[in-house]
C-alpha cells in the first residue's frame, strides 16, 4: 500500500538492543554473527556489542549481476566466507529485513552444512517470508525506509563493476 514503515537511526538503536535482547534471553549465545552486506552490516555491528560477541563475518549478496540485470534469485557474491570459519561454530545470521526471505534462504543454506547452529536475526520480517526467522524485532507488510539508503547516494557511480 501508500504507507511506509520509515526507521530512523535513532529508533534503529533501540531496535537492535532489543533485538539482542530477544536473543540473550532465548539463551543463544553465537560465537559468529554473520552479516549479510549490505543492510545486515549495521545491524550485526549492533548485535555483536550488544551480544558481546567479537566475531563478525561478511557475507555479500545481490539481486543484480554486475551489469544491472535482475537475477530471478539473490546471488552471493566473491569473496564468499570461508566454511572452514564456520565449522561446528554457533552462527547468527543478521540483516536488515526478510522480505520474500530469497536472501536469508541462500546464507541460510550456504552455512547449515558447516555449523553447530544457525539462526537468523532481522529487524523487520514480511509476512510471507519463505524463512521464518527466530528472531524478529517488528513484523510489517509495508514498505521499510532505512536510515541508511532512504538517502541518496552522495556521490553517483556509473558502470561500479561487482567484485565476483
Ligand atoms: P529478500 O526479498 O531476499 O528477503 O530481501 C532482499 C533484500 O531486499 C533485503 O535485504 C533488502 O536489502 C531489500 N528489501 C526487501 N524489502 C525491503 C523494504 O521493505 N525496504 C527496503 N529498503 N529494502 C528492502
Known amino acids: 500500500g501508500e504507507e511506509r514503515e520509515n526507521l530512523t537511526y535513532d529508533a534503529f538503536g533501540h531496535a537492535v538492543r532489543e533485538l539482542a535482547q530477544t536473543v540473550a534471553d ?12 549490505r543492510g545486515g552490516v549495521f545491524v550485526a555491528g549492533g548485535l555483536a556489542y550488544a551480544l558481546d560477541c567479537k566475531n563478525i563475518h561478511l557475507v555479500n549478496v545481490e539481486f ?3 551489469v544491472g540485470t535482475t537475477l530471478e534469485m539473490p546471488v552471493m557474491l566473491a569473496p564468499v566466507p570461508n566454511a572452514i570459519d564456520f565449522t561446528e561454530k554457533k ?4 540483516d536488515d529485513v526478510a522480505d520474500t526471505g530469497k536472501t536469508l534462504k541462500l546464507v541460510r543454506d550456504f552455512c547449515i552444512d558447516h555449523v553447530a547452529e544457525v539462526r537468523s536475526a532481522v529487524i523487520y520480517e514480511k509476512p510471507h517470508s519463505l524463512v ?7 513484523k510489517t507488510d509495508q ?3 532505512f536510515p541508511w539508503s532512504v538517502e541518496k547516494p552522495v556521490v553517483r ?8
Open 64 to 66: 543484480y549481476t554486475g
Open 132 to 138: 521464518k526467522c527466530e528472531y524478529v524485532w517488528k
Open 26 to 37: 532465548d539463551g543463544y549465545v553465537p560465537d559468529v554473527v554473520l552479516s549479510i552486506a
Open 91 to 94: 552462527v547468527l545470521i543478521a
Open 143 to 145: 514498505w521499510i525506509n
Open 157 to 164: 557511480r556509473q558502470g561500479q563493476v561487482l567484485d565476483s
